[in-house]
């Protein structure tokens, strides 16, 4: 049996325990064989026949060891290997091919990689996703911090107050065992909050380790110096360059990153294998395609190591390609996955898109623009819009002439989708601008996308126009097109015709789009189509309208944000939800004539028509999170047929019309508020005598 993990995750003392607890079952002893300080592996044969007693004539003969060992019922621990893995493993084939019973228990950074071998790979101690004092003493690298903490200083408790600073702490030093026990004996001078702050220091704050141990383990840096110098030169190089990566990353991107004039990409993959059995690198392959992620410890002593080196620059430029790449990938399927099959595969490469996107802003313009688009679909699925909004504002910002009409088209498209409602008809323009582009590029399924999209900008103030963009897409659709597409059609033709007052043809447009979702299987535009059609058709029966949501929105329990995220609920749909399942009270959601916004933190809230008690509740939410935007704007009521010269002022809770004296009439104010993903309107009617 090898017992194998990265350095510090507590090998040793696994096999200790165990030999322990297994000692009466071996009548011939239980032998603990050291071989850290082993520096020839010739010398392993000796070492061994040493610790168990044994006198050998011949020297280095693993075959003669075996003889004295004969029928002896023994088990030998071999302790830290890895140093001398090829040589070891050798030795204890040969041990237990000719000692029939007798057991080895092995420990090292890499499997020995022999037939007899049963592998059990370490993990790094449960950290608890949740800051509960209870619940957080039965995870194992809390209650391992706490107890080396308050054997550093007896006065250390863990409460309420340091739960969740300690629980940082360990998951931000990975549950390594090594690493938790080096920070728990700071506690005493830097205190919890004060270790905390500290760990981008690591190397420099995590040096004091027992006196009696390993010399390795006396330091962090000292462990990762170890399994650093028992890499080859190459294996070192592809590990601090894959230090470069943020979050997980597959095997493509490793590749480009990893690899050089020397390294090709066959090479690349050789080397990130032997970094995953030398437990440098952990590789995840229970969800199909293989992912990779170096431990928060490795990466920052892999990055100190890829500075030293001299290559940041070519490696992140590397990495902001590769990153690219990966998001390209994710264009193309577009439609050919659901949209929350597409969120669930990319999301996990959020991180690297946003270090990619801040390196290339500073030294690539052309690459910041080509990422800014390829990634601008993901900020709203990912609860980040306004974070997307910056981003490709400062992107848009960037195209020039010279910038390819592809990458400016596909950044341009995804303008709406990330500046409404901030920026209203403003995102028309921008549209239109994409729009021509794309007539430009000769590819007509990116130009149906971009007609509907357009189509999108104009189905509030211009519903007939869209319609008119909606016709010509329906004209070079082609059948042999991924269906997935023609959602995107009847979700923009049935908001066009139901603002036209078209309402019939409208409805028919949104059972089209049901139908067709439930043919693919997309469960967020099939919420999306059937919430909208039940609220436009409720039953005489509430119970059966609640039915029909939670067919389509089956999570229990779940929040206003949940619903907008998972299955795509629209504010009103949900509003209208909670009202039919009683939770009024616990969502404040009025049954009549309310106002109501979402935020991300899944807390509805309502407020009545009058203009003072709306901007008032408008300021209370905008002052609890900053996402939230008030603005205050005027819907002429169509009667004088032009616009009047109106201005207005908003401070506080007060709304201010200045007019001419001589305008009089009935005016409708709509104030807006959003928390960067949904908004909420009301219209409040004015009248100046």
């Known amino acids: 049996m ?8 507590g090998k040793t003392v696994l096999a200790q325990a165990a030999a322990r607890q297994a000692r009466d079952r071996f009548a011939d002893g239980v032998w603990l064989v050291e071989l850290a300080r082993l520096s020839e592996p010739r010398l392993i044969v000796e070492t061994l026949a040493t610790t168990l007693q044994i006198t050998l004539t011949g020297e280095g003969d693993p075959h003669a060891l075996a003889r004295a060992l004969g029928d002896a019922c023994v088990l030998v621990v071999v302790d830290n290997c ?7 493993g050798g030795v204890i084939s040969t041990l237990l091919a000719d000692a029939p019973n007798l057991s080895v228990l092995v420990t090292s950074q890499e499997p020995l990689r022999l037939a007899q071998e049963n592998l059990y790979r370490l993990s790094p101690l449960r950290v608890p996703a949740e800051a509960n004092l209870e619940s957080a003493r039965t995870a194992g690298a809390v209650a391992l911090f706490e107890a080396r903490a308050r054997t550093a200083d007896p006065r250390f408790t863990l409460s309420n107050d340091n739960v969740a600073a300690v629980i940082d702490v360990c998951y931000r030093l990975d549950g390594i065992p090594l690493a938790i026990e080096l920070a728990a004996v700071r506690v005493p001078v830097l205190g919890v909050e004060g270790l905390r702050e500290r760990l981008g220091a690591r190397f420099r ?3 004091t380790g027992a006196r009696q141990g390993l010399r390795r383990h006396q330091t962090l840096r000292a462990a990762l110096d170890w399994s650093h110098g028992l890499l080859t030169r190459d294996e070192q190089a592809v590990f601090r360059r ?9 095997l493509k991107a490793a590749q480009q990153v990893g690899r050089d004039d020397q390294i090709d990409d066959w090479a690349a993959l050789e080397h990130l294998g032997a970094l995953v059995e030398k437990s440098l690198v952990a590789l995840d392959d229970a969800h199909g395609e293989p992912r990779y992620r170096l431990l928060e410890t490795a990466r920052a002593y892999a990055r100190e190591k890829l500075d030293e080196s001299g290559e940041r620059e070519r490696v992140a430029r590397a990495h902001a390609q590769a990153t690219l790449e990966v998001f390209e990938g994710a264009l193309y399927e577009e439609h050919l996955l659901t949209g929350s099959a597409r969120l669930q595969k990319y999301l996990p490469d959020l991180e690297d898109a946003r270090a990619a996107l801040d390196w290339s802003q500073q030294a690539d313009e052309r690459l910041f623009v080509a990422l800014a688009g390829a990634v601008a679909w993901i900020w709203v699925g990912a609860g980040q819009r306004l974070e997307g909004v910056r981003c490709n504002r400062a992107a848009i910002a960037k195209i020039t002439r010279d ?8 950044l341009l498209i995804e303008w709406k989708a990330l500046a409404w409602p901030e920026e209203g008809t403003k995102v028309v323009p921008v549209s239109a601008h994409a729009l021509e582009l794309y007539r430009s590029l000769g590819d007509e399924q990116a130009l149906f996308a971009a ?7 104009l189905t509030v103030g211009a519903p007939v126009e869209a319609d008119r963009f909606l016709d010509e897409a329906g004209r070079i659709w082609r059948s042999d097109w991924p269906a997935a597409l023609r959602l995107q059609f009847f979700w923009v033709r049935a908001c066009a015709l139901h603002q036209q007052g078209r309402c019939e043809e409208s409805l028919a447009m949104l059972e089209e789009s049901i139908r067709l979702a439930k043919i693919i299987g997309d469960a967020r535009m099939r919420a999306k189509g059937q919430t909208s059609l039940t609220v436009a058709l ?11 949501f939670q067919a389509v929105a089956p999570t229990p329990d779940a929040t206003a944000y949940q619903l907008n ?4 609920f629209q504010p009103a749909n949900a509003a209208y939800y909670f009202n039919l399942t009683g939770n009024n009270d616990k969502w404040l959601i009025g049954k009549n004539n309310i106002w109501y916004v979402i935020l991300p933190t899944g807390k509805l809230y309502r407020w009545t028509l009058s203009i003072a008690q709306t901007l008032t509740a408008a300021n209370l939410i905008a002052s609890l999170d900053p996402g939230v935007y008030v603005e205050p704007r005027l819907l002429w009521n169509a009667n004088p047929p032009t616009p009047p010269a109106l201005t207005f002022l908003f401070q506080g809770n007060q709304l201010t019309i200045q007019r001419p004296a001589s305008l009089t009439g009935v005016f409708f104010v709509d104030v807006t508020v959003s928390d960067g993903l949904l908004t909420a309107k009301r219209t409040i009617e004015v009248t100046l005598n």
């Open 242 to 250: 894959i230090g470069i990566f943020v979050g997980g990353f597959g």
């Open 565 to 568: 995220q998972l299955y795509a």
């Open 82 to 88: 890895e140093h001398v893995a090829d040589a070891a």
């Open 403 to 410: 910038t390819p009409a592809k990458l400016a088209a596909r």
């Open 538 to 548: 409720p039953t005489s029966d509430p119970d059966n309208d609640v039915l029909a």
């Open 451 to 457: 007609l509907c999209r357009h189509a999108e900008c």
């Open 205 to 207: 704050i995590l040096t």
């Open 2 to 9: 090898s017992l194998v993990g990265a350095g510090g995750i």
